[in-house]
């Protein structure tokens, strides 16, 4: 097979993008490179461009969507950043300041930033960018500050005012998220959705060059780079000239590529490689798990069979689900019991954790005090006639990797014994981006992850649905207004041990309701190959980070 030397790939420009459909046919099985490994006192090799090879491509290059975030974040720039405490520093702003009513943020931005179209990046800009993202140009971004955000204006060039209509206490930390990347005000009134979908415009260390779908996006260094993070590793322009931005959905491949000398950091490395790459112990590999909504499911409870709370517990009962998740993710993904938010973060609940063990006993009691007392010839438990039929789609190969599909797969084994006919439906891309299986006449449970930076996240999952103020967040279609006015009251309150406390609060009540369960945490992983040094992940989702990266030789 053909492969592309250490010292070739140093010394490509962004003129790769014209050999791009060519380099991605070597992303395949080869043996383990033999390069010699650098020192570890190696020297800075100027430029280069960084071949990454990601797992899944997004719609459009900024939007709401995580893999979106993963690659707008080399090019646009966060008005903040969060630092590996998890404090916030600044970025595009240098500081910022709550008025005593928590009703109003004014943030001061710095001086002499321009987008890469050569116009300023003032507050003007980011007032626009507030109202770009609530009229639609961003779901994410529109349901954070939804029912919080009333206006925001410019009280000169660098001071921007946000206004508020309830206080938000987390609200400057949750803009680190890369949803609320700050794009070019010229770019978004002037060009189409499309030119701004395919080549978006930031103030970030690289520009997007070009975007051949299907095969990868190719980043190009911003020379006049002037506004990296307070967290960032050096200033200036970024070290390297391009990245290759590859899309490469199997995870073999890419585990391949790196070993073979074809990419220098991979993404999603699957847990059964993970061993191997670390036994070769040439690679660095890094792990992030993120903090928000964990991976969980959670229940349809307006209609049956799990509008019966005993029915929702009983099939949580049925499963073991800390040995599922430890024998498929080998050690590497972490279990995650709580249905609400991650291990790491602000506010979570252990008690909510451990709410249910796996008791087979007592889901059989629950399931036979609620009639469903006769089986058929599978096995499947029947009650007048009917059979407990569970309809579980879930997306596979965007939300849901390998590893994950296999977790889903054990559940359904283990719900059969106690007598439950799991349906699983593999959604691929083309329908979840369609909207199939989303409403609540299509599913009994559903699967997903939310990442966030903080417990927040339960406001946009749980937030009651209303005809005039619909959630297409809230899965489980849990309409209960004491919830809804835990999480608010927690999202208001000034004391962070009160407000993790009321977090913690609205953990165990969903938990205690059974509307949804964990399974296991949501993990960022990253293969980096010895000859490129200082890649990092971004401390609010995890992303690659490849401002400050460097290759070695």
Not at 498 to 521: C, M, P, R, V
Request: hydrophobic share 35%; with cysteine.
């Amino acid at each position: 097979m053909t492969t592309i030397s250490s010292t070739h790939r140093l010394r490509r420009t962004a003129t790769i993008a014209a050999t791009a459909a060519v380099s991605m046919m070597a992303l395949t099985a080869c043996g383990a490179s033999s390069a010699a490994l650098p020192a570890a006192d190696a020297q800075r090799v100027e430029g280069g461009t960084i071949v990454y090879a990601h797992q899944q491509e997004p719609q459009c290059l900024f939007g709401g969507w995580i893999e979106q975030a993963y690659i707008s974040y080399q090019f646009i720039d966060n008005l903040v950043s969060l630092d590996e405490n998890g404090e916030v520093v600044p970025w595009l702003a240098e500081s910022w300041e709550a008025s005593d009513d928590g009703l109003t943020y004014t943030l001061t931005l710095k001086d002499g930033v321009e987008f890469t179209d050569g116009t300023p990046l003032d507050a003007e800009a980011v007032a626009y960018n507030f109202d770009y993202w609530v009229a639609g140009g961003n779901s994410t971004a529109a349901v954070w500050l939804g029912g919080y955000y009333e206006s925001a204006e410019a009280l000169d060039d660098l001071t921007v005012a946000v206004h508020l209509s309830r206080p938000y206490t987390r609200f400057v930390e949750n803009l680190s998220q890369s949803y609320f990347g700050i794009q070019s005000q010229h770019a978004l009134e002037t060009r189409t959705d499309e030119e701004n979908c395919e080549q978006p415009i930031g103030s970030g260390a690289f520009k997007v060059q070009e975007w051949n779908r299907g095969e990868n996006v190719i980043l190009t260094r911003n020379e006049d780079y002037t506004s990296p993070p307070a967290n960032a590793k050096h200033t200036g322009p970024a070290y390297v000239d391009a990245i290759d931005w590859r899309f490469v959905a199997d995870g073999v491949t890419r585990v391949s590529a790196l070993r073979a000398g074809e990419a220098d950091a991979i993404y999603d490395i699957p847990a059964l490689e993970w061993a191997g790459l670390e036994g070769e112990q040439q690679w660095e590999l890094l792990k992030y798990v993120t903090p928000g909504r964990p991976q969980q499911i959670s229940f349809n409870t307006t209609r049956a069979p799990f509008d019966d709370e005993n029915l929702r517990k009983a099939f949580i009962y049925s499963l073991d689900r800390k040995t599922i998740v430890e024998t498929i993710g080998h050690g590497v993904i972490p279990y995650e019991g709580n249905g609400g938010v991650s291990q790491t973060t602000p506010g979570y609940s252990q008690t909510a954790a451990d709410y249910y063990d796996y008791d087979v006993d007592e889901a059989n009691r629950l399931l036979d005090e609620a009639g469903w007392t006769d089986r058929d010839a599978d096995g499947y438990r029947v009650k007048d006639g009917e059979t407990l039929d569970v309809v579980f789609p879930y997306n596979a190969g965007t939300i849901i990797n390998a590893d994950g599909a296999a977790i889903f797969q054990a559940v359904q084994e283990q719900a059969k014994a106690t007598g439950f006919k799991v349906q699983l439906i593999p959604v691929p891309p083309s329908e979840t981006w369609a909207g199939k299986y989303a409403g609540p006449e299509s599913y009994d449970i559903s699967a997903g992850y939310w990442t966030s930076v903080n417990a927040g996240i339960l406001y946009i999952n749980w937030r009651p649905s209303t005809e005039e103020n619909p959630n297409f967040s809230n899965s489980a279609f849990y309409d209960d207004p004491e919830l809804e006015q835990i999480i608010l009251d927690a999202n208001s309150a000034a004391d962070l041990d009160e407000q993790n406390a009321l977090y913690e609060k609205a953990q165990e009540y969903i938990a205690e309701h059974a509307t949804s369960f964990g399974l296991y945490d949501r993990l960022s992983t990253l293969g980096v190959s010895p000859q490129l040094r200082d890649v990092w992940q971004e401390n609010a989702q995890g992303g690659p980070t490849f401002y400050d990266a460097y290759f070695v030789e």
